[in-house]
């Protein structure tokens, strides 16, 4: 049973403009939710990541919105440009770290 | 710093065969995880092990098992595999072990060992 639930599956956005990967998770015991930026050939990296007792996180163009009550985050990037064509992963802690099952992000130059 | 290093990077293997990889974590990190990484299933939760131990582990058959070393280093072990064992297999290193706060707890992704079961 997925706990971690992330869309869209694929995103195009044009550069220069906002890109928002959606999460909803179910189990209320996760206390930390990062962001992981995959290349291809490439492991996951660690883009950002938000406990549960704050409601927004910025990192440069990166920024992590937290709704507790809906049990939903997301991750928004700011002018997005053609080198963050990535596939991004959300995930949630709890006994184990559970991950969405990606986003393929695909900037227009 | 070196990063995470998995070895070997690729492999090819045939179905009832056992394979060893094998994770070095960064210098001073003592927990190691594994995960399995499939177009289907998406990246999954295998093992962790920190300061030796085995504290948590996935939802996945015996066949798969792992070991941690005293200097960190980690191997893990597919018995009898199975075609649908086919996947990226990515360890990650920590400072701390899960539920830890902050820094200490940061992930960080090694490159993968691609395995292929024929």
């Known amino acids: 049973q997925q706990q971690v639930k992330q869309s869209p599956q694929s995103l195009i956005v044009q550069k220069g403009g906002i890109s928002i990967i959606n999460c909803a998770y179910e189990?209320?015991?996760?206390?930390?939710f990062p962001w992981y930026q995959q290349f291809p050939g490439k492991g996951p990296a660690l883009l950002i990541a938000?406990?549960?007792?704050?409601s927004e996180k910025k990192e440069g163009r990166f920024t992590i919105s937290f709704n507790k009550s809906a049990k939903q985050f997301s991750l928004h990037i700011m002018d997005s440009q053609p080198g963050d064509s990535a596939t991004y992963f959300c995930?949630?802690?709890?006994?184990?770290?559970?991950f969405g099952k990606g986003t393929r992000l695909h900037i227009l130059p | 710093k070196a990063g995470v290093t998995q070895t070997p990077r690729y492999l090819i293997k045939t179905r009832g065969q056992q394979v060893t990889l094998s994770c070095s974590p960064i210098?001073?990190?003592?927990?190691v995880s594994w995960y399995q990484q499939t177009p289907g299933q998406g990246l999954q939760f295998l093992f962790e092990?920190?300061?030796?131990?085995?504290?948590n582990k996935g939802n996945f058959p015996g066949r798969f098992s792992g070991r941690q070393f005293s200097n960190s280093r980690s191997e893990m072990n597919v018995s009898t595999l199975e075609l649908g064992d086919s996947a990226l297999y990515l360890c990650?290193?920590?400072?701390?072990?899960?539920?830890?706060?902050?820094?200490?707890?940061?992930?960080?992704f090694g490159p993968g060992t691609r395995l292929t079961v024929t």
């Open positions: 092990y920190f300061s030796e131990t085995q504290r």
């Open positions: 210098s001073g990190h003592r927990s």
């Open positions: 938000i406990r549960p007792d704050v």
């Open positions: 995930a949630a802690r709890g006994d184990k770290i559970i």
């Open positions: 990650a290193s920590s400072l701390g072990p899960s539920r830890s706060l902050g820094l200490n707890y940061e992930q960080y």
């Open positions: 189990n209320t015991a996760f206390d930390y």
